[in-house]
Nanobody, 114 residues
Framework: QVQLVESGGGLVQPGGSLRLSCASS????????MAWYRQAPGKQRELVAD???????NYADSVKGRFTISRDNAKKTVYLQMHSLKPEDTAVYYC????????WGQGTQVTVSS
């Protein structure tokens, strides 16, 4: 059974940085297109960034220039480097395939506050 485990979240001041990791297990392959999502309280889960196995990336306008998605295909792991964090980045962050086809993990909480 496929399992996704996100980690790396925490409490950070505005302007700070965090690096999130998402490790997958239980699958013999690592999907062509993986993504990071986030869900803030009272809001729908939204796409933050995605990346293909070839390294092509896309970002939501709200994080463009501040966040960088990357992946290690051998480790079946996806990363999200976040810089210049803002209070509006506060959310639970999840990874999944671009089509949201795998079971969701528990996510990792990111809180940006002074």
């Amino acid at each position: 059974q496929v399992q996704l485990v996100e980690s790396g979240g925490g409490l950070v001041q505005p302007g700070g940085s965090l690096r999130l990791s998402c490790a997958s297990s239980g699958s013999v392959f690592f999907p062509y297109r993986m993504a990071w999502y986030r869900q803030a309280p009272g809001k729908q889960r939204e796409l933050v960034a995605d990346i293909t196995s070839a390294g092509s990336t896309n970002y939501a306008d709200s994080v463009k220039g501040r966040f960088t998605i990357s992946r290690d295909n051998a480790k079946k792991t996806v990363y999200l480097q976040m810089h210049s964090l803002k209070p509006e980045d506060t959310a639970v962050y999840y990874c999944n395939t671009y089509t949201r086809g795998w079971p969701w993990g528990q996510g990792t909480q990111v809180t940006v506050s002074s």
